[in-house]
């Protein structure tokens, strides 16, 4: 199945929207990655603090959802992504919100940034849409400054991730979006992705899971509200209550250091 990044493009003034399918990347899926994020950058000290105003990059923001909480941290931010509306979009509601960040349109193998910019990078649900994951991974490198933190999630290539890919994109009583948002075979491994990172110049300290922490039944009838009409997207989203697990057989959730 080949995967259909255009898509960001057709639906992307409509991010923010409860009822459109992009927004099943917010909901719980922005607590929970932003959850793990900010855990890590506590550990390693690295969250803003008294007038300090570290760099964070956003590598395909997107509508802005984690590029938002971010500069709410207290970071400077900075997003990155190929969808010119997708990029506007963010841009509107950023200053809607009151929020200064700095959106430009570009992609992950040539990032429109200098190097040695950022203290944080971060990519989510990115790798698995890219053409070229090493260059992305050495760009990546190059912006960070030395000792800097790349955050990263993507989905694990498993017979687990393959089953919820089909269902949820080509089974016609259980999809729930009507495009080819992923494409299993683009998927990676956690070790691939160390191995691949390593080779980059960026050391990977962790990886966990990143899944849902609902149980089947509330799953299934969310999905059910959602195929009726009942439920949103965003409800969908809430309601899968997605988070850190120790589970890793759908996504994968790490953090690595710059190396160079």
């Not at 057709?10 to 607590?31: A, I, N, Y």
């Not at 802005?64 to 190929?82: H, I, K, M």
């Not at 990172?197 to 799953?219: D, F, I, K, N, S």
């Not at 959602?226 to 949103?232: D, E, H, N, S, V």
Request: charged share 25%; with cysteine.
């Amino acid at each position: 199945m080949t995967i259909d990044n255009d898509v960001y493009d057709r639906l992307g003034t409509s991010w923010w929207d409860d009822h459109s399918p992009l927004v099943l990347l917010h909901g719980s899926m922005t607590t929970g990655r932003l959850e793990y994020f900010r855990g890590v950058l506590d550990r390693l000290g690295r969250l803003p603090a008294g007038n300090e105003t570290p760099t964070a990059l956003d590598i395909g923001s997107g509508g802005g959802f984690l590029a938002e909480e971010f500069a709410r941290l207290g970071f400077a931010v900075t997003g990155v992504d190929p969808s010119e509306v997708s990029v506007q979009t963010a841009r509107d509601h950023a200053r809607a919100g009151g929020l200064d960040i700095d959106y430009r349109t570009g992609v992950g193998e040539r990032l429109p940034v200098r190097d040695a910019a950022f203290d944080v990078a971060y990519c989510s649900d990115v790798l698995e849409h890219v053409t070229d994951v090493d260059a992305v991974l050495a760009e990546t490198s190059r912006v960070l400054r030395p000792g800097g933190v790349c955050l990263f999630d993507t989905p694990n290539r498993t017979l687990t991730s393959k089953l919820a890919t089909a269902m949820t994109q080509r089974w016609r009583l259980t999809r729930v979006v009507d495009f080819a948002a992923h494409d299993w075979t683009m998927f990676l491994t956690p070790a691939e992705l160390v191995g691949r990172m390593r080779m980059q110049g960026m050391v990977v300290q962790e990886t966990v899971g990143l899944g849902p922490r609902a149980g089947w039944t509330t799953m299934g009838a969310s999905l059910l509200r959602l195929r009726r009409g009942r439920f949103t997207y965003r409800q969908v989203s809430d309601r899968f209550d997605m988070g850190q697990t120790r589970n890793r057989s759908l996504f994968t959730m790490g953090f690595a250091l710059n190396v160079g």
